[in-house]
């Protein structure tokens, strides 16, 4: 028999990779939904966001500016760093992927955590090179497991920090442990993505170890807090050299003209992002205290959303919770993908949202009593 090819064929290695699968969006037969599985923000993007991205649909025949001048310099002028440091992307997803392309390649290995976000491995089996998957330790961040995993062919190390889907953080004291054990030729990226929604005094997103280091990068995005993820709009922070190699493959209108018309005036409302941290703070307590009074245990969260464990019994497990609430129109993430099989990821809603899923709960839990 003829094993003669006769259609295109993948390099080896890609077909093995398995695909993203995002949060479910629809709950059929239900008048009303509220999709809490993406961790969107409930308050929508500031109107003056809104207002510029309108303005930008009068010039949809010019090419956008393939350097994000505006969008870099409201980035810089909001935090206080050099433009030419900061570089742009079609989400904070397509940067990642650009490190793990000019970084890695066949034999080199990329150190993830054990509940990390899944892009990770995918970008990094793409780029050629190996994922290691390190454990965490109660829901967090164990510095010591991955300086453990280190050896001479890792290239790069992924810190989700805050987590996704545990919602946890490492202190900044145990991110610069980290960066000083690592080789000075292991490149560490920082992803904080959730890092406007922490209010702890040992927290720092990476700005301060990446202006003093040559092997750190910091990763940031417009799709949480903002209100952008429409506009799929990211950003990352880096050592002048990482952003030199990393400009020779990115795409030279890698972000569209309204992204960038919006998101430079987003980063600026200081008002609309203080307004949403403070209802993202009142009702994360709000939802984490009703949670525990039905009986529910919760991994304590710094971010815009709350892991829920469901007891390991016929009937109260999280597949059964997820059916009773999307019946009822409130959808959560199933995270048996991120190692917690018995577990749902809660995004926190508008106030009508949160009391209508801990109402439900009440109800799921309570009709098995």
Not at 167 to 187: H, N
Not at 274 to 286: D, I, L, Q, S
Request: net charge neutral.
């Amino acid at each position: 028999m003829s094993t003669e090819a006769t259609s295109p064929t993948p390099r080896p290695g890609i077909l093995d990779i398995s695909a993203y699968v995002p949060g479910k969006e629809h709950a059929p037969g239900v008048a009303k939904v509220h999709k809490l599985s993406s961790n969107e923000t409930p308050l929508g993007a500031s109107p003056a966001a809104i207002e510029a991205f309108q303005k930008a649909a009068f010039q949809l025949e010019r090419y956008p500016d393939g350097q994000a001048t505006l969008l870099r310099d409201s980035i810089a002028s909001v935090y206080g760093l050099n433009p030419a440091n900061i570089m742009c992307g079609n989400g904070s997803d397509e940067l990642l992927g650009l490190l793990c392309t000019v970084y890695l390649g066949a034999g080199d290995e990329g150190i993830i955590t054990e509940h990390g976000f899944s892009v990770y491995k995918i970008q990094i089996k793409a780029a050629g090179g190996t994922p290691v998957t390190v454990k965490e330790k109660d829901c967090r961040i164990d510095v010591d497991a991955i300086l453990a995993a280190v050896t001479e062919r890792t290239k790069i190390v992924f810190l989700t920090n805050p987590g996704n889907p545990t919602g946890t953080y490492i202190p900044v004291s145990e991110v610069r442990r980290l960066q000083a054990g690592l080789p000075k030729t292991v490149l560490l990226v920082l992803d904080a993505a959730y890092a406007e929604y922490v209010r702890t005094n040992d927290y720092e997103a990476g700005v301060e170890l990446v202006s003093s280091s040559r092997n750190v990068v910091m990763t940031r995005t417009f799709s949480k807090v903002y209100g952008l993820a429409a506009l799929r709009v990211g950003w990352m922070y880096a050592p002048q050299a990482v952003i030199s190699a990393v400009n020779r493959i990115r795409a030279p209108f890698n972000i569209n003209a309204p992204a960038i018309a919006a998101a430079s005036v987003a980063i600026r409302d200081l008002g609309f992002i203080e307004r949403a941290v403070a209802h993202n703070t009142e009702w994360m307590e709000k939802v984490v205290d009703g949670l525990k009074e039905i009986g529910l245990t919760v991994t304590p969260s710094v971010t815009n959303f709350v892991l829920i464990h469901f007891p390991d019994a016929e009937g109260r497990r999280a597949r059964d919770a997820d059916e009773y609430l999307t019946q009822r129109g409130y959808i959560l993430r199933a995270v048996s993908g991120y190692g917690f099989p018995n577990a749902l990821r809660m995004t926190i809603g508008t106030q009508e949202a949160c009391e209508g899923v801990l109402a439900a709960l009440r109800g799921f839990v309570s009709r098995l009593a």
